[in-house]
């Protein structure tokens, strides 16, 4: 039988651990700046924190938490209302990028898992121009 990602980085406490650095890496640089500005806007960093971690856990085949608390695990649902550029998106991917190689975690598992992380950020993206916040372009 095959690994679970969640095994292959080395369990929970690992995917925890991804997901704090993750979210200092956001809250520290300004490739995180709008991360933390759309979830400020929402119900903030610490609840960020718990549910991204509660999320990947199901997502790389561990427990489902955010499925037993919330019912799903539809990423275009719980996204529906947050307005994601192109650049959110990229921006995302490189904090977490940074928090991979950080954490040493390497292998060919990990660059599956990039490429899903990219796949899904970028289906996330999406024109929510009516959420009343006008953004500079590059």
């Excluded at 950080?102 to 060919?108: A, D, M």
């Excluded at 599956?112 to 009516?130: G, K, S, T, Y």
Aim: charge should be negative; hydrophobic fraction near 40%; proline fraction near 1%.
């Amino acid at each position: 039988m095959a690994q679970k990602l969640i095994e292959q980085i080395g369990g929970e406490e690992v995917l925890r651990a991804l997901v704090e650095r993750f979210y200092d890496i956001v809250e520290e640089t300004e490739a995180g700046a709008q991360i933390v500005k759309l979830h400020k806007r929402g119900h903030g960093m610490d609840h960020a924190r718990i549910e991204q971690f509660n999320f990947l856990s199901g997502f790389m085949g561990g427990r489902r938490y955010y499925e037993e608390k919330h019912g799903h695990m539809d990423v275009k649902l719980m996204h529906a209302h947050v307005p994601i550029t192109e650049e959110d998106a990229e921006n995302w991917l490189k904090c977490m990028d940074q928090a991979l190689a950080e954490l040493k975690l390497e292998g060919p598992h990990v660059e599956r898992l990039r490429q899903v992380f990219r796949r899904v950020a970028m289906m996330l993206v999406n024109d929510l121009a009516e959420w009343g916040e006008k953004r500079a372009t590059a």
